[in-house]
């Protein structure tokens, strides 16, 4: 949404892509259930084929089987009975009637026989079968003799052959044949048993694969379950929480927000919406890299998810931009507590990529009922008061009011008639002195930049500097603004003040500008300034942005025979290690250390270690923001010589500085704990 939001790689890409992989695994389960439906098909109806050709077996060749035998054995049977009958029979009409008989039993017994001996028989039945051709061929000539005996009328000798041997015989083929028959019965019946068994076997079959089959589709089934679900919620979490975070996205918090207000306006309660972003994020992006920034970026969400309670919304709406709701309160206060508590954990140190990272964050605020009524008005809202927040310098707050909209115009406005100040020659150098403690000398002065408006009087950089720095304005500014500085300090050597040294400030724009060498060129060479009597002050940030670049133009920069400063330091991430490689003059201890003073270990500690830092590397030091005694007599003992601040001096037009330059402020702050006034 603005300019420091840096874009951060979402791994949502990746993520969709990934069911590939179960996909394939789920086409392997559906394929494998496939094939084991066809295999049991296949297996099944083999079984049943199988048991039909056997019950087929059973009730054709066996019933057929017993039927020939029974057969064979009711032809013996009537053949026994006839032969008995025929010695009793007078009647020679009806004797040849029973002959007849007799020889159509034997061709029907033949038949049988012939038909039996035609199907499949196992061992025993053909010897039972041979067993029972042998006894016929015995009985048969028998058999003859006796019709012989008969036709002569031998009756009674026909009689005795019948009791005496046809019959006997006959009882012996008779008990072949029942042997057979109990055989062949047997056959069937083990064979039925066989067919019992293979359909039981084929039932089994059937079973246990379709069980199995049954298994593994119930498993595929829960498989392609459970991925659904899954990638309808992982989809759904993509759709509405942010990736990095895992807090909900701007969609899902607009839905949110829309419940609260309706429950608000129920309950009749008031709505906190804090739109957050952080301060110069761009530059941990750009100095420590992206996982660095999403590393911060990530341990800020979590941070502010515990500051509120669990019904408060946190959401992230992209980059370094977050929003906070807070529900259900009945006043100001609870919001302004969240706030605070906010600005707070926000600025906690952080331990990223082995670093020590200092952050901070600017929060508007938007009120319901009182600054919207709906999700958008509201968001846009606490939007706009987050850049005035911002605007008033970084770590604030900013409640909304409607006079903030007039401001957003009004910034419009600015920044057309910041297009024409340097034409108009509306940009001034005001000067703050720096005293050396031990001299009691000032040897130096910043430049600090004021915009002389018509309108509107004095503005301090603060009010136009991000602006000229956005549109790229700083850069013709800069320019014109640093042979000025050079004028003037050439100036006040010529007064006679010729040691003292004018401190200049460099945005990076104005740093990295390819005519930045050129133009301090220029400057030293048009105003006849010593250039060892100039010195430009960089922050951190600027040379951390391409540490290799920044070496190469500082040195650049000292080639022309000017010193260079670090101002604000402590405030960045610059470490120990790079600052070594920087050819560096003076390090300028940021007010943030010395605002606490004295009474602050910790402060304390860190100004007397860049103290020793600035020894083991021959640099010297600068304490700005110096407001109290206290303060001053603090640096003092902690070794400090040289400071600068309102204590001593606001900045002040050029035409002033003469007297401070004249005074002697040994008299005023002495070495020693003297109580003397300042005037
Ligand atoms: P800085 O370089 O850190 O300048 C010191 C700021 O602290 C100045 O604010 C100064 O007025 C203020 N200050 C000095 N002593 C005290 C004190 O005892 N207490 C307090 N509270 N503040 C004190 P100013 O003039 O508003 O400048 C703000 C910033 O704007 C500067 O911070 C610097 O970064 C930038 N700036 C100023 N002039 C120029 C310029 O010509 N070019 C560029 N690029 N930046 C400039
Ligand atoms: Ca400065
Ligand atoms: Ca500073």
Redesign the pocket.
């Known amino acids: 949404m603005h300019a420091e939001a840096g874009d951060i790689k979402h791994p949502a890409v990746r993520r969709i892509a990934r069911p590939t992989a179960w996909k394939l695994a789920l086409l392997a389960g559906f394929i494998t259930q496939l094939m084991l439906i066809v295999f049991v098909t296949a297996i099944g109806l083999r079984q049943l084929g199988m048991t039909t050709r056997n019950l087929n077996q059973v009730v054709d060749v066996h019933m057929r089987k017993q039927n020939h035998t029974k057969s064979m054995v009711t032809a013996a049977r009537e053949r026994t009975v006839i032969l008995l009958m025929l010695p009793l029979t007078r009647d020679p009409a009806e004797r040849d009637a029973l002959q007849q008989q007799f020889n159509a039993w034997g061709r029907s017994f033949g038949a049988a026989r012939q038909a039996l001996l035609n199907l499949p028989l196992n061992d025993k039945e053909t010897a039972l079968i041979a067993r029972q051709g042998q006894l016929t061929g015995e009985a048969q000539p028998i058999q003859l003799q006796v019709i012989d005996l008969i036709d002569a009328d031998f009756i009674a000798d026909a009689n005795d052959l019948v009791r005496n041997q046809a019959i006997p015989m006959q009882a012996e083929v008779m008990a072949a044949l029942s042997q057979l028959e109990a055989e062949t019965q047997a056959v069937s019946m083990a064979a039925s048993q066989k067919a019992r068994e293979d359909h039981a076997a084929a039932r089994f079959w059937m079973y246990l694969l379709s069980t199995a089959a049954l298994l593994v589709g119930l498993f595929v089934a829960a498989v392609v379950f459970h991925f659904s679900t899954r990638i309808g919620r992982e989809r759904e979490q993509l759709a509405t929480h942010d990736t990095l975070t895992g807090l909900p996205n701007r969609m899902l918090f607009k839905d949110r927000l829309e419940q609260s207000l309706i429950r608000a306006k129920r309950h009749q309660t008031l709505i906190g919406v804090m739109f957050i972003d952080l301060d110069r994020f761009k530059r941990v992006n750009d100095t420590l890299g992206h996982a660095s920034g999403d590393q911060l970026i990530c341990e800020v969400a979590r941070r502010l998810r515990q500051a509120v309670r669990s019904d408060d919304i946190v959401a992230r709406l992209g980059g370094d931009e977050f929003v906070v709701v807070v529900n259900d309160v009945v006043a100001l206060n609870p919001i302004l507590q969240v706030v605070e508590k906010a600005l707070a954990v926000v600025s906690e140190p952080y331990r990223i990529a082995g670093r020590e990272i200092f952050s901070s964050c600017s929060i508007g605020v938007s009120v319901y009922p009182h600054d919207g009524t709906n999700a958008s008005s509201l968001l846009k809202n606490a939007d706009t008061a987050m850049y005035t927040a911002k605007d008033r310098g970084r770590n604030h707050f900013q409640l909304y009011d409607a006079a903030m909209n007039t401001m957003a115009e009004e910034r419009l406005q600015l920044e057309t008639e910041l297009h024409y100040a340097l034409e108009r020659n509306e940009f001034v150098?005001?000067y703050?002195p720096q005293l050396n403690l031990e001299t009691g000398r000032i040897e130096g002065v910043?430049?600090?930049?004021?915009w002389n408006k018509p309108d509107k009087g004095l503005l301090?950089?603060?009010l136009f500097?991000n602006m000229l720095?956005e549109t790229g304005g700083?850069v013709g500014?800069?320019r014109a603004?640093l042979l000025a500085a050079c004028r003037q300090t050439a100036d006040w050597h010529a007064a006679g003040f010729t040691d003292l040294d004018v401190a200049?400030?460099?945005?990076g724009k104005?740093f990295w500008h390819h005519s930045l060498i050129e133009n301090v060129r220029d400057a030293l060479a048009q105003s006849g300034l010593r250039p060892q009597s100039l010195q430009l002050?960089l922050?951190e940030g600027i040379f951390m942005e391409d540490v290799d670049a920044a070496v190469v133009r500082i040195q650049a920069l000292k080639a022309l025979g000017v010193a260079v400063a670090i101002?604000?330091f402590g405030t960045g991430y610059s470490s120990l290690a790079h600052l070594k490689r920087f050819p560096l003059d003076v390090l300028?201890i940021?007010?943030y250390f010395v605002?606490d003073l004295p009474n602050a270990p910790a402060s304390e500690a860190l100004i007397g270690s860049i103290l020793t830092l600035c020894q083991g590397l021959d640099l010297g030091a600068v304490a700005?923001?110096?407001?109290t005694r206290e303060q001053l007599e603090a640096l003092r003992a902690l070794g400090c010589r040289i400071v600068?601040?309102?204590?001593i001096s606001?900045?002040v037009p050029a035409d002033q500085i003469l007297a401070l330059l004249g005074r002697d402020w040994l008299a005023a702050f002495g070495a020693s704990q003297r109580h003397l006034e300042l005037i």
């Open positions: 150098f005001h703050q910043e430049a600090l930049l004021r301090s950089p603060a500097l720095e700083i500014v800069g603004l200049v400030n460099l945005s104005e002050e922050t101002d604000d300028k940021d007010r605002k700005e923001g110096v407001e600068q601040g309102y204590f606001r900045p």
